[in-house]
Structures are given as C-alpha cells and as structure tokens.
C-alpha cells in the first residue's frame, strides 16, 4: 500500500490529495490512510497535512525501493524489475536463489542494509543502513564458463567509470575487483558463477559501494585501508544518483563485451588499473609470492615476474601493492 500512496502523491494532477479520496482509491478507510501516512513520515518521506486540503508530499529521502529508483534509471533492461530489501543476509545469495527460481537477466537486489555482507575470499563487507550501496545483478551471458572471469573485470571498468562521472575522482582498479582512491578500497566486486562444464546457468555480479560512510564508522582494523565518496569528496552523495549512474555504466559495458569479446575490455581495464611493471606481493593459496606484475592474459589472470625472471600465472589471490 505504501507505495500506492506514494504514487498517488506523486501524480502531477494536484498538490494536495484528500484523505477520502486516497481512501477511495485505494479501497482502505481513512484511518488506514493515517496509518501509512505515518509509517511513510518515519521512512523519512516528508508529507504536508491539511485539515481542508489532505497530504501533499513534499520531499522524498534518498530510499533505494523501485518507486524512487526505476523512474529515473537510463537503462534499456538492467533494472527493469528491482527486488529491494530493508534487510538481507546478503544480497548475493537472495540473487542467486531468485536465480535459480527463474529470475530473468538484469533482474536486480538491493538491500538498504546486509548482516552477512561477503566480500572476497569469505571476508565481511561491512554493510551498515542507509549510507552505502550494496546490490547484486543477475546476468546470463552466452559465453563459455572459462570467460566468466572477465565479467569480474568488465564490471570493475563499469564501477570506475560511474565513481567518475558522479564525483570526478579517478578511481583506480586493483586487480581483480577492489576499487580505490587514494589507495584506500571505496568499492569492491564479489561474483558467483552457477554453470556446468560448457555452459553458463547465470553469474550473479555482487556490488558493493561505500558512499556516505565517515571514517569513524569504519572500524579500527580497515580504518586505514577503506575510504567513502563522502569522505573524498567532503561531501553527502545522493545514492539514488549513483545507482542510476552505476546501472548505465554496467549495462553499457556488458552489452560491449558480449559484442567486442575481451579485448577491448582487457585494454579499458588496463587504462583503469595502471597494473604494468608495479612490485606487488601476492597472497594465492596460502603462499606469498612477490614480483613485478606484467600483464592480466586473456582470461584475466595476473601475469607476475618473480626476481628469478620466472613467470607465473595467478587466477585469483589477495594483491598488496609494494612501495
């Protein structure tokens, strides 16, 4: 119901709408009306009450749910049915249960708040309510299972050129998924593959973007290694605007890898993430490798140099930069 009425306030016919005409359009009695309107002002929805003249709405926070988002996306497809949370465990395993239930390419999960936000390598995401951006896509490329990594690159390009846009920042890409300004991780990128051996059922492409975070709500432990938009810019970031800037940058960015194939994503990710000849140290599999990166290959791995002049290919690890 609630955003039935919202809808209804929202309609560009009158200012103000009676009680007894919502209550007739929406075949609930008035106190109903009342009880939503209240529920609707605790959301943080700011509604104008007139004994003669009904509610009038005269502003809208910045909420995640479809009826504040779907009208402003620019998208073609992604987007186009949004399943929006208070809260989840995380959104990537709600993503890949609707998934594995059907749930159609682009389909989106967005959750105000996660409780077992996962990042990489089984680490928590802090996801804390109403500040950041943590959402999940579905997506059911027709490529080969062994290219599914790429799409892990391809969406970190998407990211970057988003932070872009809506801060004018320039983020940097840290191989494979992390996204980073001023060196410290603003965005990170978890994807989940459900596939047999030649054939992908869907990857579920995991997004989480830390927005209006202040650096005392970080804990001490990533304090020093995690930042917001808000923090670098010194400013509040609307996350409606970001979503919207986000989901036409990875859709534009999908459609020109399901066309292009890797190479031109490889050579976008490149001119993001400035990874050539930089000393790094590698944790993969429990070991610690150290060297100088040459390259990500085709498939996206980490080409490294190590100081015998021997090459290793590295599929996935946790990368620290050297100085």
């Not at 050129?161 to 004018?168: M, R």
């Not at 979503?243 to 399901?258: A, D, N, P």
Request: proline content about 4%; aromatic content about 8%; some cysteine.
């Amino acid at each position: 119901m609630d955003d039935l009425i919202l809808q209804l306030l929202k309609e560009p016919s009158s200012a103000f709408l009676s009680g007894q005409e919502l209550s007739r359009r929406l075949k609930v009695s008035r106190t109903a009306v009342w009880k939503r309107i209240n529920h609707l002002r605790n959301l943080g929805y700011e509604i104008e009450a007139s004994t003669r003249s009904g509610y009038r709405l005269i502003q809208s926070p910045d909420l995640l749910t479809p009826l504040e988002v779907k009208p402003i996306l620019e998208t073609k497809w992604v987007g186009k049915t949004i399943h929006h949370f208070h809260t989840l465990d995380s959104t990537n395993s709600k993503a890949y249960q609707l998934a594995l239930n059907g749930a159609e390419e682009g389909e989106v999960v967005i959750a105000e708040c996660q409780e077992k936000g996962r990042g990489r390598l089984g680490r928590q995401w802090f996801s804390p309510p109403f500040l950041n951006l943590y959402l999940s896509v579905i997506l059911r490329p027709k490529i080969p299972p062994y290219e599914a990594s790429l799409i892990t690159l391809m969406a970190a390009v998407a990211t970057a050129e988003a932070i872009q846009k809506v801060s004018g920042l320039l983020p940097l890409i840290k191989w494979p998924n992390d996204i980073l300004l001023r060196d410290r991780k603003v965005a990170g990128l978890l994807n989940e593959i459900h596939s047999e051996m030649d054939r992908i059922h869907f990857v579920i492409l995991g997004m989480g973007v830390n927005l209006n975070m202040e650096e005392k709500m970080f804990s001490k432990e990533i304090r020093t290694v995690a930042t917001s938009l808000k923090i670098e810019m010194g400013q509040p970031i609307s996350r409606k605007a970001f979503l919207q800037s986000l989901l036409f940058e990875l859709e534009r960015w999908y459609t020109v890898f399901l066309k292009e194939g890797s190479a031109f994503i490889l050579k976008s990710w490149r001119g993001w993430a400035h990874i050539e000849g930089r000393r790094v140290r590698v944790t993969s599999s429990g070991e610690g490798i150290v060297g100088t990166a040459v390259d990500v290959d085709s498939d996206g791995a980490l080409i490294l140099e190590t100081a015998d002049g021997k090459r290793k290919r590295i599929v996935a690890g946790d990368i620290q930069y050297k100085r």
